[in-house]
């Protein structure tokens, strides 16, 4: 993860306000909207969250779920709160403005998704699934929950949305986290150090 990139910019505040009034809270979904993330998951949740907590969803993608999910924010009341971004180049402008991600995915390779959002202190809440174990630490830094189980990533979600502080170290927990071990910068350093010793021994 490139971490001078993906990171709370300061005009991510006056960003903000073109999405959500000041008292809302931001969720965002960040992937190719294919079947495995379970999109229709992310507005379910939302609609839970929606009943709990002022807030705003945020879809960032597109793919063979995004009419499914539109249909779904309709039936639920709930499409004046889901805004739907399509593709978009500069995602980190997108996850900056965002207090909570929803990745309630079946499947998730390695989880860059999540990492992207928490170098810019957005706390995640996904399945525990693929490598997303590796990179969350539940309750530390994010939210893990069974792949379906809606209620309880929702609870997730009301309860650090409900709570400012604990959502602001979470999301100071989430970045240095990345920082520390996923960070390209910490990361290219480490692997050229081991190839250099694995070349000296060779030689």
């Known amino acids: 993860v490139n971490c001078d990139l993906y990171v709370r910019d300061a005009d991510a505040a006056q960003r903000r306000e073109e999405f959500a009034s000041p008292d809302e809270r ?3 979904h960040l992937s ?12 379910e ?8 907590v002022p807030s705003k969803l945020l879809l960032v993608g597109d793919g063979p779920d995004r009419s499914k999910a539109e249909w779904l924010a309709v039936q639920k009341g709930i499409h004046d709160h889901v805004i739907f971004l399509g593709k978009q180049d500069r995602v980190q402008e997108k ?3 965002s207090d909570v991600m929803l990745l309630p995915s079946e499947l998730e390779s390695f989880g860059l998704a999540a990492l992207e959002a928490m170098a810019c202190k957005v706390v995640p809440i996904t399945t525990r699934v693929g490598g997303l174990p590796e990179v969350i630490e539940h309750g530390r830094n994010g939210f893990m929950a069974e792949v379906g189980d809606i209620d309880t990533m929702a609870q ?3 309860d650090i949305l409900s709570d400012e502080n604990r959502l602001r170290i979470m999301g ?3 970045r240095a986290w990345a920082q520390a071990r996923f960070c390209a910068s ?3 350093p480490q692997y050229e150090e081991f190839y250099r010793r694995v070349l000296e021994r060779s030689s």
């Open 26 to 28: 931001i969720l965002v």
């Open 32 to 43: 190719n909207f294919r079947p495995v993330k379970r999109l229709t998951d992310v507005v």
């Open 45 to 52: 949740i939302f609609d839970r969250v929606r009943k709990k």
């Open 95 to 97: 996850l900056a403005i």
């Open 156 to 158: 997730y979600a009301i």
């Open 172 to 174: 100071q927990q989430a």
């Open 186 to 188: 910490k990361i290219i």
